[in-house]
């Protein structure tokens, strides 16, 4: 009993010691785990402090390389720019470099030419008397000079004066050639004015030339050139008042150049024919007009021809106007050869004068 009781005290007794074991293990191990523990979050707050600073460095940096990119990109472009810059200056550099070489070219020019300058100073400084002897040359032939040049001033005045001279007499002139020109025109005028009073409305006159017309139908037969008796009478009495206008007035005779007397035909037939007939027919009249004419002036005015259908009359439309085609017109021309001379003496006189 005694035994039992011995193996069980030391059950319990290796029991105790073995769980006072195992219990000094568990601390153990818990005071390792907490030591542990206990490192690991030092180590870890370090890291992560570590982490921290190295995040903080990554973002500097992360800064920095966004500046350092905004600089590179400011510099590229300055750096452009300076390019151009460099470009533009290169250029101007070659500018110069020209410029500069023709500065120096004229500095070269303008060194010999004080050279000469001076050369020419201290030439002159040494020739004093000669040169003052060649002052006095030199005064002395300006004033020839100029005397000369006095007397040619007075001389080219004279000859001015007696050009003026001469251009009053021109103008002079050329207004009374005007004046005879305008009195001519007038004579015209006139002549016509006085044939329209003279023979009234019986006949018609040319508002500008002052011609007479005469229709063919009325003085001769168709294709015949006698002229009809019972029209001579109408015809002298119409043409001793034509003339008469001509010959009796002073002022028109004495410009009076020619009569003359036309014969006109329509363009029925040939050319030749109707030539042949209208000169027959002119000088019908003349014939006549010799028959009772005893004024001896009118034959050195009076003259006849034929003009065929060289001038036919027209109508409105553009055709031709047969019936007034055919007729024998009288006319007068004015004499201009006075004139022409005057203009002619004028003209001579204008080529001596200047």
Same mark, same amino acid.
């Given at each position: 009993m005694k035994a039992n009781n011995n193996s069980k005290d030391t059950f319990w007794i290796a029991y105790a010691d073995l769980m006072a074991g195992l219990f000094f293990v568990f601390v153990l191990l818990i005071g390792g785990i907490i030591v542990k523990y206990?490192?690991?979050q030092s180590d870890l707050k370090?890291?992560?402090?570590?982490?921290?600073?190295?995040?903080?460095?990554?973002?500097?940096? @992360? @800064?920095?390389?966004?500046?350092?990119?905004?600089?590179?990109?400011?510099?590229?472009?300055r750096l452009n720019e300076l390019d151009i810059e460099a470009k533009d200056l290169r250029q101007k550099? &070659?500018?110069y470099i020209f410029?500069? &070489?023709?500065?120096?070219?004229?500095v070269t020019a303008l060194k010999d030419k004080n050279k000469d300058l001076n050369q020419t100073l201290y030439e002159l400084y040494g020739q004093n008397?000669?040169?003052?002897?060649?002052?006095?040359?030199?005064?002395?032939d300006y004033n020839k000079s100029l005397k000369n040049s006095e007397l040619k001033i007075t001389y080219l005045m004279e000859q001015i004066s007696s050009k003026d001279a001469s251009l009053a007499r021109i103008m002079a002139d050329l207004n009374i050639t005007r004046n005879r020109i305008q009195n001519l025109a007038g004579v015209g005028v006139r002549v016509i004015s006085d044939i329209k009073q003279s023979l009234g409305s019986s006949v018609s006159i040319d508002e500008k030339s002052g011609a007479l017309t005469l229709l063919s139908s009325v003085l001769f037969d168709k294709g015949s050139s006698t002229l009809k008796d019972e029209a001579k009478p109408e015809l002298k009495a119409t043409l001793e008042k034509y003339f008469g206008v001509l010959l009796n007035s002073d002022e028109i005779r004495n410009n009076l150049d020619t009569i003359v007397i036309e014969g006109h035909t329509d363009t029925d037939g040939s050319y030749l024919f109707n030539l042949k007939?209208? @000169?027959d027919r002119a000088y019908a009249v003349m014939e006549f007009i010799n028959e009772w004419?005893?004024?001896?002036r009118l034959k050195s005015y009076l003259t006849a021809s034929g003009r065929s259908f060289t001038m036919p009359v027209l109508n409105s439309d553009g055709s031709e106007n047969m019936d007034k085609s055919r007729r024998i017109e009288i006319k007068f021309t004015l004499s201009n050869r006075q004139t022409i001379e005057e203009i002619g003496k004028l003209l001579d006189y204008n080529k001596t004068a200047f």
């Open positions: 206990v490192l690991t370090e890291k992560e402090a570590s982490f921290l600073s190295t995040l903080s460095m990554l973002k500097g940096e @992360q @800064q920095k390389n966004s500046e350092l990119e905004e600089l590179n990109k400011i510099f590229n472009e550099e &070659g500018v410029e500069i &070489g023709e500065l120096e070219k004229v008397a000669k040169k003052d002897k060649d002052l006095e040359d030199l005064k002395s007939l209208s @000169q004419n005893k004024d001896e």
